[in-house]
């Protein structure tokens, strides 16, 4: 799903990661637009992975299929080879990505929240 938070005119936005407490599983990710006060944030919490720099810029969060999650977990390490794409979602693990130019912002948590 396209632009999964509802943030209009996504690529004009900066995301910041304020703050990441991997021990805890929670990340917020702080949201403004270029030349407007207006501040916005996204938690995350059970954060199982987070790949990407710490700030870039556009905001245009996509929620992957179940099968991109279970792949991404995968190659971190997360879990076993034999964990289906059915346990992932009975698990509540969900794939949120941004493409960038040069990579992709990529995070599995259990919710996220604007």
Same mark, same amino acid.
């Given at each position: 799903m396209n632009? &999964?938070?509802v943030i209009q005119r996504p690529e004009? %936005?900066?995301c910041v990661v304020m703050s990441y407490e991997w021990g805890k599983g929670l990340m917020t990710v702080k949201l403004s637009r270029q030349n407007s006060p207006d %501040?916005?944030?996204i938690r995350f919490q059970g954060v199982e992975v987070f790949a990407g720099p710490m700030q870039?810029?556009?905001a245009n969060f996509v929620l992957q299929p179940a099968a991109s999650c279970?792949?991404?977990l995968q190659l971190a390490g997360r879990v076993s080879e034999f964990v289906t794409e059915k346990e992932i979602q009975e698990r509540k693990l969900k794939l949120y990505t941004v493409d960038l130019p040069q990579m992709s912002v990529q %995070? &599995?948590?259990h919710v996220a929240t604007k």
């Open positions: 632009n &999964v938070f004009t %936005i900066h %501040i916005q944030y870039w810029d556009g279970l792949e991404v %995070i &599995v948590c």
